[in-house]
């Protein structure tokens, strides 16, 4: 004989499950099985008779009593009428059954094929919601930075179109220094208008940042290449390294310096948009550049030091032949 399910079987949770859990647990089963949904009622009067209980401190602390003594208590424990009770949608009191779908919509759902939960949750019927307030939808519009004006920041009059009005209105945008690309500007008020006294949406202008030809974005760091011939390389030298500042500082190279050796300069990168008064580091990778052509002198030159090199260069290659 199958064992009788308990309420914490038919949440699908753990008896020691938190609240949080439990209401977690619930919320995604109603999601799927209220009748409204197409789901199951059989099923949705279930797991809302667990829910009563389990989420009620004093009815889950009865309930776990009986449960340690070896008994299941039947439908009728959460005091919901008896199996004869009328079926309604309120026998469980915390749940906001509108935010409920509404959120599960706003969250990708396709399932519920767009019906308006909140017409049966809350919502009044269809005079109450053609009255209801409703807050105007969003308007996006992309705005073009260049490289310079993302780091040091800029102003810049945007003109856009309201397309349920068709009016046309000017607004100036404060692009801030650090702006990065896809970065978003939110301006309250001044999207589409609202209906029946709702309050505006908003304006999003999205930045869209021109590439640098020296410098590289990642966040609020800035990475840059700085190419070195062979024998700044072997010898070590100083050098200057532009700042995206337009400052340069200088940037001494120990001799022996390896291709691809990066050195990190604090606070010399681009701000950070997402924490005032913090700057990014200036990361800088060195290239070693060989000549492609020598002069005669210039190979003799070398020529007589490859003879004179001792050093065994390839050794970990070597000893695997």
Do not use: C
Request: net charge positive; charged share 30%; glycine share 14%.
């Amino acid at each position: 004989m199958a064992t009788k399910r308990n309420y914490y079987d038919v949440l699908g949770v753990k008896r020691d499950a938190s609240d949080d859990e439990i209401r977690r647990a619930f919320r995604k089963l109603a999601a799927k099985y209220h009748p409204d949904a197409g789901g199951d009622e059989k099923k949705f009067k279930e797991i809302s008779e667990a829910y009563t209980t389990l989420s009620n401190p004093e009815k889950r602390k009865e309930y776990d009593q009986l449960l340690m003594f070896g008994g299941i208590p039947g439908a009728d424990f959460g005091g919901s009428g008896g199996r004869n009770r009328t079926y309604t949608y309120s026998n469980v009191g915390d749940v906001d059954w509108s935010e409920l779908f509404n959120n599960v919509r706003g969250a990708g759902g396709e399932g519920f094929g767009g019906f308006d939960f909140s017409s049966i949750f809350g919502g009044g019927g269809p005079g109450a919601r053609a009255n209801r307030p409703q807050r105007g939808g969003d308007l996006t519009t992309t705005i073009q930075v260049t490289a310079q004006e993302a780091f040091t920041g800029a102003t810049r009059k945007v003109t856009y179109r309201v397309p349920s009005t068709g009016e046309t209105q000017t607004i100036t945008v404060k692009i801030p220094a650090g702006a990065v690309d896809g970065g978003k500007l939110r301006y309250h008020g001044r999207g589409e208008p609202g209906i029946n006294g709702g309050e505006r949406g908003d304006l999003v202008i999205v930045t869209s940042v021109a590439e640098h030809p020296l410098f590289k974005r990642d966040g609020a760091d800035v990475r840059m290449e700085l190419p070195v011939s062979m024998y700044e390389a072997a010898l070590g030298a100083t050098v200057e390294v532009p700042t995206p500042k337009g400052e340069n500082v200088r940037l001494k190279i120990p001799a022996g310096t390896q291709d691809g050796k990066i050195f990190r300069f604090r606070d010399l990168g681009a701000p950070d948009v997402k924490h005032k008064g913090r700057m990014g580091a200036l990361y800088v990778k060195i290239r070693v550049k060989v000549p492609t052509s020598l002069s005669t002198k210039e190979r003799e030159a070398l020529e007589a030091l490859r003879a004179q090199d001792q050093r065994a260069y390839r050794r970990d290659v070597d000893r695997y032949e």
